[in-house]
């Protein structure tokens, strides 16, 4: 693991134990950057992956958490942040976060964002979040993760 790898993995477990999360971070075996990846790797349902995105407006960037089957519909993510949004290049997300595309985690980022999260994700006990890197992710009960988060439930799926 290179170093960048090791303090973005590092920003993850400070900020869940901030949060009083006990961290139950995971190195799987393979890649974790897809939600169909992250899914195979946890032997889990594809919607109990949590999708980081982060969106790009001109008035800045919002962080939506999304399960992982499903997709963010600009529209209705542009009217919760009250700007016309798009998805941030991988450079933005990079500098804003301090994670590369692929191991976005939902908290330790670098800047603070606004952040909703899809309701799709509390139908589950546990879900999984990538954790910084692409191949670390962590798990972790829904109500716990958007509180650490400082996210709001909301409706922004197609």
Known sequence: MD???????????????AAGI????LEMAGSTRTAVEAADQAGCELDQIVKSLIFQGPNGL???????GRQVDP?????????KLDRADPNTV??????????????G????????????????????????????IFQVEPPALIRAAG???????A
């Not at 006990?22 to 971070?25: H, Q, S, T, V």
């Not at 919002?62 to 399960?67: I, S």
């Not at 500098?95 to 191991?103: K, L, P, S, Y």
């Open 3 to 17: 170093e960048n790898m090791s303090k973005s993995l590092n920003r993850v477990q400070a900020a869940l134990i």
């Open 22 to 25: 006990e961290p139950r971070i």
């Open 62 to 68: 919002a962080l939506f958490l999304t399960a992982g």
């Open 75 to 83: 529209a209705r993510a542009s009217a919760l942040a009250g700007q």
């Open 94 to 107: 990079r500098e804003v976060t301090g994670f590369a595309i692929g191991g976005v985690s939902p908290l």
């Open 109 to 136: 980022h670098l800047t603070a964002l606004p952040v909703w999260a899809d309701r799709r994700l509390a139908d589950f006990s546990v879900i999984w979040a990538a954790a910084g890197t692409p191949r670390h």
């Open 151 to 157: 996210a709001e439930w909301a409706e922004f799926c």
